[in-house]
């Protein structure tokens, strides 16, 4: 059984940079691809990126390409996803999910919400 | 970029009724298809893969089906703790997209 347990919430400035951390247990990170998915308040879900196995490499979406960073310290067992130049509109609940397949999320961490604020 | 569309939007249903969502993409994506179910203030639960496989522990009044671009998810009979928002999200291909949701209401 997956566990991913997420760092706290976050309250930033525009342009500040956040990074979110999500922790693993029941599994190794390296058996697993990491992906984060986002929800703004009352809005729906939207994939930001993961990895990628056919490819051997994270993928992020066109709308985050340049701001967005996910990485993983296999010593921990920690996925990290760092977000930069933030605005108002990333105010949203960042999710990391994985799962026993790459073609879908069974496991899902709590969240952690950042707040984008001046 | 896949496009995920979902219909209804919000859906007003009754305990024991028989429910059904449709998704639909933009191109055709085999049966890369899953379906969640979200409550408020909670992350997403995975209840089907695939298109049509169920996820263990969820019940069976949970289906699925569909292929090519045309998908639907059945409630056989809705129970009180059925009453939520519900997404497809298709793994055909990157980015892999969400629908932008159904959410379900008690009428």
């Known amino acids: 059984q997956v566990q991913l347990v997420q760092s706290g919430a976050e309250v930033k400035k525009p342009g500040a940079s956040v990074k979110v951390s999500c922790k693993v247990s029941?599994?190794?990170?390296?058996?697993?691809?990491m992906h984060w998915v986002r929800q703004a308040p009352g809005k729906g879900l939207e994939w930001m990126g993961g990895?990628?196995?056919?490819?051997?490499?994270?993928i992020y979406a066109q709308k985050f390409q340049g701001r967005v960073t996910m990485t993983e310290d296999t010593s921990t067992d920690t996925a990290y996803m760092e977000l930069s130049s933030l605005r108002s509109e990333d105010t949203a609940v960042y999710y990391c999910a994985t799962g026993q397949s790459p073609y879908y999320f069974d496991y899902w961490g709590q969240g952690t919400l950042v707040t984008v604020s001046s | 970029d896949i496009q995920m569309t979902q219909s209804p939007s919000s859906l007003s249903a009754s305990v024991g009724d028989r429910v059904t969502i449709t998704c639909r993409a933009s191109q055709s994506i085999s049966s890369y298809l899953n379906w969640y179910q979200q409550k408020p203030g909670k992350a997403p639960k995975l209840l089907i893969y695939a298109a049509s496989s169920l996820q263990s522990g969820v019940p069976s009044r949970f289906s699925g089906s569909g292929s090519g671009t045309d998908f639907t998810l059945t409630i056989s009979s809705l129970q009180p703790e059925d009453f939520a928002t519900y997404y497809c999200?298709?793994?055909?291909?990157?980015?892999?997209?969400f629908g932008q949701g159904t959410k379900l209401e008690i009428k």
């Open positions: 990895f990628d196995p056919e490819d051997g490499e994270t």
């Open positions: 999200q298709q793994s055909y291909s990157t980015p892999h997209s």
């Open positions: 029941g599994y190794t990170l390296t058996e697993l691809s």
